[in-house]
């Protein structure tokens, strides 16, 4: 019987001399395997208020020009998703509010819909 699975998996692999697991994307085309691709995603504890401590970038009002390293540590080499997600994207939002500007992305979404979200998280 033929299973013609369509979009990724994920794998886990326990590995002893690590503290975390490791995470593997495979892609599937018809039943085929398209790509594996090992997969770093951020742990949740860098997630929320202490994000900025874990990457060194604090967003202000009007922004600024980024480093090179900033921009290394950041960035990801390649733009890819996983399950709808960019691995290491909080630390490229992070990177991206810095060098805009919290003014220009609330003025880019708009003032309600800005303090909604806020609201939201309170």
Do not use: C, N
């Amino acid at each position: 019987m033929e299973w013609p699975i369509e979009g990724d998996i994920r794998i886990f692999e326990e590995d002893e001399s690590a503290a975390e697991a490791i995470e593997y994307a495979v892609r599937f085309r018809a039943g085929r395997v398209v790509w594996i691709r090992r997969v770093r995603l951020d742990p949740p504890e860098t997630l929320g208020p202490g994000l900025s401590a874990v990457t060194g970038l604090v967003p202000e009002a009007m922004g600024r020009p980024a480093t090179t390293e900033e921009f290394l540590a950041s960035v990801p080499r390649k733009l890819e998703l996983v399950d709808g997600h960019i691995p290491g994207e909080q630390k490229l939002l992070m990177f991206l509010l810095t060098t805009m500007g919290l003014a220009r992305v609330a003025a880019l979404v708009g003032r309600e819909t800005w303090r909604a979200a806020v609201d939201d998280e309170g």
